[in-house]
C-alpha cells in the first residue's frame, strides 16, 4: 500500500512539475495544509517582489497532505520530499535519529489547540457533558494522528477511554475527522481549532490545555528530496514573525506564547 501510495505521489508530480523551474516538495499534516498553502502562495509573491528580474520564475511548492503517520511512512519509503511539517514532535524526531533530515532544521512552527464541535446542538458540547453523552463522538485515528492522540489523552484523563470505544467514529486525520462532522455522520467530534476558527458562530467549546500534551508541531528539512537550499528557505519564511502571525491567526498558538487553546 505504502509503496502504491509513494508511486501515485510520483506519477502526481511529474505531470503537475514545471519543466526548469525551482520546486521544493513539502509534506504537510492534514491540520494545517490550507495555511501553508496560503503562505506558500505569499512567500512566491514575495520571491516575485525582490527578485523584479525579467523572466525570473519563483519557486514551485507543491503541497501533498495526510496525516503525519501515513507521510512519515512514505518519507521512510523514498518519497523525494524536501520538507516535512508534522503534527508532532515524534516523527520529526525519529526521522532526525534515522539522519534523514538536515541537521538543526528540527523546530516546532506551531502548537495546535483541541476544541469540542457540536454543530448541530443548540449548544455546544462541553467536556463536562461527556459523562452523559450517548451518541457517538469522533476524533482523528491515534495511531497516526496527534490530533486524535490527544483526543485519546483526554478521555483518558476523564477515565471515560473504555466507555466510548463503542462510540467512536475514528478519521484517518484530522481532516477526515472534520468531515465526518460535518456531513452528519457524527453529531459531534474532538476537531482542531484551525478548522474552524474562520467559521462564524461555530458551535464549539474548547478542551482544556491540561488534558492533553502540548500539540506541538515540528518540521524538518530532508536530505532526500535534493532541494535543501530552497527547503531551507521557506522554512525560515514560515518561521518568521510575519508568518508565525499569520499562523496564530488561523487557529494556532504563536511559539512565543505560554498559552495554548483557552481552558
Given amino acids: 500500500m505504502i509503496r502504491r501510495l509513494v508511486t ?3 506519477c502526481v508530480l511529474t505531470l503537475t512539475a514545471k519543466a526548469d523551474v ?3 516538495r513539502v509534506a504537510v499534516a492534514a491540520n494545517f ?10 512567500y512566491t509573491r514575495q520571491f516575485v517582489d525582490k527578485e523584479k528580474k525579467p523572466n525570473s520564475e519563483p519557486p514551485e511548492i507543491l503541497v501533498s497532505s495526510a496525516s503525519s503517520g501515513v507521510l512519515y511512512n512514505q518519507i521512510t519509503q523514498g518519497a523525494p520530499f524536501d520538507l516535512f511539517l508534522s503534527a508532532d514532535t ?8 534515522e539522519k534523514r533530515v538536515v541537521e538543526g532544521s528540527r523546530q516546532p512552527y506551531a502548537y495546535g489547540c483541541l476544541v469540542l464541535w457540536t454543530p448541530s446542538a443548540d449548544q455546544p458540547l462541553t467536556i463536562n457533558d461527556l459523562k452523559d453523552w450517548k451518541g457517538r463522538l469522533a ?3 491515534p495511531a497516526t494522528a496527534p490530533y486524535g492522540q490527544a483526543a485519546q489523552q483526554v478521555f483518558e ?3 471515560l477511554w473504555d466507555t466510548f470505544q463503542p462510540r467512536l467514529v475514528r478519521g484517518s486525520n484530522i481532516q477526515q475527522t472534520w468531515q465526518f462532522v460535518e456531513s ?4 459531534t467530534g474532538m476537531v482542531a481549532w484551525s478548522q474552524l476558527v474562520d467559521r462564524q458562530g461555530a458551535k464549539v467549546s474548547f478542551i482544556p490545555a491540561n488534558l492533553y500534551q502540548p500539540i506541538r508541531q515540528e518540521l524538518v528539512v530532508l536530505k532526500q528530496g535534493g532541494e535543501t537550499t530552497l527547503a531551507k528557505q521557506f522554512a525560515e519564511f514560515i518561521l518568521s514573525e510575519s508568518s508565525q502571525k499569520y499562523i496564530e491567526s488561523h487557529g494556532y498558538s504563536h511559539l512565543k506564547s505560554s498559552s ?3 481552558g
Fill in 184 to 187: 452528519g455522520a457524527a453529531p
Fill in 22 to 24: 525551482p520546486k521544493i
Fill in 8 to 10: 501515485l505521489f510520483l
Fill in 260 to 262: 495554548r487553546g483557552k
Fill in 139 to 141: 476524533i482523528a485515528n
Fill in 90 to 97: 515524534r516523527r520529526p524526531e525519529m526521522l532526525e535519529k
Fill in 33 to 42: 495544509k490550507t495555511v501553508l498553502q496560503s503562505l506558500a502562495d505569499q
Fill in 157 to 159: 484523563k476523564l477515565g
